[in-house]
């Protein structure tokens, strides 16, 4: 029920929100399809080294407002830990408004606030047992950017806070559940550059894009399990988009995880990712 609740209540905000902010060229959006060599989120495998499939919807309304929906799912069944990795799909719904403060400053500082619902659709809220127990989460997060205050053309600094806690407080996400408790906070610090480079195969000038980040968890988890206070990973990865036209792009990725903390992933990872986006 609460589920039910909390999902039609964002239905109805989209539905308000669409007819309030909609411009007169209508409503714009993209569906993006990613395969994933591995599901990394936030430090975590979280399907143990299983490829995944990641696909997501977004509409943007205008004025800064939108919203997403984002599957998560593993390539094949296996077991995670003992568990049914079929259990572990989930669907991210997020509510967001991004915005802009100092404009014309070197300070300029781009926002956006997000509200994130996890859901697990394959687990239940009514059951207690082990492999079923819902592990829904909630999320609130700001995202700060600022793209003139390096000096540097292309070179940004973005600081992402994440508190993220339980949707149910008894559920096996929550205090009353077998011990975890999924109420915490994150830090995560990331630097993004667009490197040019002529490229050998096309002969002309290709931009890889250059990202690294590192986290610092205090307390989040993608299924509510309980992890230590402290600085957990670094990634470090590079993009280039290949524009089949104006609205559709192909990106392929490669990417490297330093991992720091054994309550979060015991082992470095490399993955490769390929991403389709249209734009409508």
Not at 23 to 49: A, M, N, P
Not at 275 to 280: E, G, I, Q, S
Request: proline residues 3%; aromatic residues 14%.
């Amino acid at each position: 029920m609460r589920k039910l609740f909390i999902l039609t209540i964002l239905v109805l905000l989209c539905l308000s929100l669409s007819a309030v902010y909609a411009q007169e060229d209508g409503i714009h959006g993209s569906l993006d399809v990613t395969y994933q060599g591995k599901y990394i989120w936030r430090g975590f495998d979280v399907y143990e080294d299983d490829s995944a499939i990641q696909t997501t919807l977004s509409l943007d309304f205008g004025n800064g407002w939108g919203v997403s929906a984002q599957g998560h799912r593993a390539n094949s069944s296996s077991e995670v830990s003992g568990i049914p990795s079929e259990t572990l799909e989930r669907w991210d719904y997020t509510l967001f408004y991004g915005t802009q403060f100092f404009e014309g400053e070197k300070y300029v500082m781009n926002c956006r606030f997000d509200y994130v619902y996890y859901n697990y659709p394959d687990r239940s809220s009514h059951s207690t047992s082990t492999v079923g127990a819902s592990i829904d989460l909630q999320e609130l997060n700001g995202i700060f950017s600022w793209p003139r205050i390096t000096g540097v053309q292309g070179l940004v600094p973005t600081y992402v806070l994440v508190k993220l806690w339980p949707s149910n407080s008894s559920s096996a996400a929550g205090s009353g559940g077998a011990g975890d408790a999924a109420s915490g906070w994150a830090h995560i610090f990331m630097l993004d550059y667009p490197l040019e480079m002529d490229c050998p195969l096309t002969g002309g000038t290709r931009v890889f894009n250059l990202h690294t980040e590192a986290v610092y968890n205090d307390g989040v988890s993608p299924t509510g399990g309980r992890v230590d206070q402290d600085w957990s990973n670094a990634v470090f990865g590079v993009t280039t988009d290949f524009h089949l036209d104006e609205n559709c792009t192909i990106t392929p990725g490669m990417y490297y995880q330093s991992s720091w903390d054994d309550s979060v992933n015991t082992e470095d990872e490399y993955w490769a990712t390929l991403n389709m986006n249209y734009k409508f």
